[in-house]
């Protein structure tokens, strides 16, 4: 059963130096409040997984919590560049980071596959690109047909962190409009954390609405604006506007030091 | 057509009305921000209202009345037939087909139609580190018809990709601000040049020799009605 904590015991509980963590939101329902709390409880060494890394990780990369990135699309939606990322895969600052990349049908069979606990996933596609000779992809050959297909391995992160529009008193979690991969990312981890905008006394299951279990969740944190500057459809609005002025900020070290100091670090958690 | 007036319309604005047009007769296409989201809004308002718009973050049939910034805007979900997961909508409406066009950008694309957007230099040490895949890979081996859209410049269209990231072996069409390439033979030529751009000018504009079609047609210029609901789309 999920237990309801504040946000900051939920990740002092959960997230430790060296983990793999997958913090996941497909644009949507990003769970920038949780990765922010991740930072300011110092944590380092993290192999930090997700689809696409947007604001969250080039701040988390640029301060240096990350020793790896595994990733399919590392840009600012609409906008750009990451550029904290490009700066840490292309000069190694803060610091070096290793790199694993594969398409978006690669990671969401990765996750998939570790949702349901199998080794690897089974797929057409990346045939005839570099990827195959920079990632982890193997051939195989379907044992019913002898089809060549491809290979991903499973991803299970220890530690998987989404966001939702809600969650009942028992830890039952809803989250509605684009569902991204974050059931999958749960179901994958060893750990997991949701963080929820309100806490409600019973959960109305809407249409398309994904419900998470609450015995498949290690913790449920209230964190109101918790996705800000992505969005929770029907709760926030997504702050286009600030997807622009990253792309200006984030482009100068210091700028960008003294921004995440002022925004980020040196204040208190939301929740 | 209507009477025109090209000398009033950018190249830009050009290029996204003839990518409209590809999708006169379409059931559905699948998109990524920026232009080819703007050509494909463009097509439902002038050409095609039935036209199923399908972008990766998983709403398929969204009927944006504002150009979207992301893949994932609300209004993209709001207006959806169906928002589906990452998985589903990679493995059960991509793999199998069941989107008709695909509309893909690229940093570099070679004369094969192939596309980087994973890194410009040495992938170790690399120069400019792009974006990466994203969906591209599966999208372009997936949907039926792939059509480019780019910039034409010699530092996109270049003899040899830094990496490949999509293979081009579906690309029907590619479509620049200055014209149109087809494959002939396996090799993109020339087919098609938009008003006031001539042969020369986008040979100096590719970086490999440019194969020429025999007869090179000219880019009907943009109708009134297109041009217009185009700013009016830009506007909104």
């Not at chain 1, 895969?89 to 596959?113: D, K, L, T």
């Not at chain 1, 419900?211 to 209230?222: K, L, N």
């Not at chain 2, 098609?192 to 751009?197: A, L, N, T, W, Y």
Request: a negative charge.
């Amino acid at each position: 059963m999920a237990e309801h904590a504040s946000l900051s015991d939920a990740v002092a509980e959960l997230v430790r130096d060296g983990d793999s963590v997958a913090l996941e939101g497909f644009t949507h329902l990003i769970p920038f409040a949780a990765g922010h709390e991740v930072m300011r409880q110092g944590r380092r060494e993290l192999e930090l997984i997700r689809m696409t890394p947007d604001i969250l990780y080039d701040q988390m990369i640029g301060v240096g919590v990350a020793r790896k990135l595994v990733f399919s699309y590392a840009g600012n939606p609409g906008v750009g560049s990451l550029h904290r990322v490009r700066d840490a895969v292309e000069h190694g600052w803060p610091r070096p980071i290793e790199i694993e990349e594969h398409s978006h049908a690669g990671m969401a069979n990765r996750y998939a596959a570790g949702a349901a606990r199998l080794p690897f996933a089974v797929m057409r596609g990346y045939t005839g690109t570099d990827l195959v000779a920079h990632t982890r992809v193997r051939p195989i050959a379907c044992p019913f047909t002898g089809e060549q297909l491809v290979a991903v391995p499973a991803l299970a992160p220890d530690v998987a962190i989404v966001h939702a529009q809600e969650a009942d008193r028992d830890g039952n979690v809803q989250l509605w409009g684009i569902p991204g991969v974050q059931k999958e990312a749960v179901l994958a981890a060893d750990r997991s954390l949701v963080t929820v905008e309100r806490v409600v006394e019973r959960l109305e299951l809407r249409p398309g609405g994904v419900v998470i279990p609450s015995w498949v969740i290690d913790y449920v944190a209230e964190a109101p604006g918790g996705s800000s500057p992505s969005y929770s459809l029907g709760v926030t609005e997504r702050d286009n506007d600030f997807y622009r002025f990253w792309d200006k900020l984030s482009r100068d070290r210091e700028a960008f030091t003294e921004w995440m100091e002022a925004n980020v670090l040196g204040v208190g958690a939301s929740a | 057509m209507s009477a025109t007036t090209p000398e009033h319309a950018t190249s830009a604005e050009v290029q996204t009305v003839v990518a409209a047009r590809r999708l006169k007769d379409a059931r559905s296409v699948f998109i990524g921000v920026g232009r080819p989201s703007t050509a494909a809004i463009l097509a439902r308002m002038v050409h095609n209202p039935k036209l199923v718009l399908v972008y990766e973050s998983g709403t398929i049939g969204a009927k944006p009345y504002h150009v979207p910034l992301s893949i994932g805007d609300g209004e993209l979900a709001e207006t959806a037939d169906a928002i589906v997961s990452v998985p589903e909508m990679f493995n059960y409406w991509i793999g199998p087909g069941r989107i008709q066009v695909a509309f893909l950008g690229a940093a570099q694309i070679d004369r094969h139609a192939n596309l980087n957007s994973t890194v410009i230099g040495d992938y170790d040490h690399p120069k400019t580190r792009l974006p990466g895949a994203g969906g591209a890979p599966e999208i372009a081996t997936g949907c039926k018809e792939v059509v480019v859209i780019a910039p034409h410049s010699i530092r996109t269209f270049v003899k040899r990709l830094d990496f490949v990231t999509t293979t081009g072996n579906r690309t029907t069409h590619v479509i620049t601000d200055l014209g149109v390439l087809e494959p002939r033979d396996g090799e993109l030529t020339l087919t098609q040049v938009h008003p006031g751009v001539t042969a020369e000018q986008v040979a100096e504009a590719t970086g490999w020799e440019l194969a020429m079609a025999d007869e090179l047609r000219v880019t009907d210029p943009p109708t009134d009605e297109e041009l217009s609901a185009l700013r009016e789309l830009a506007a909104r």
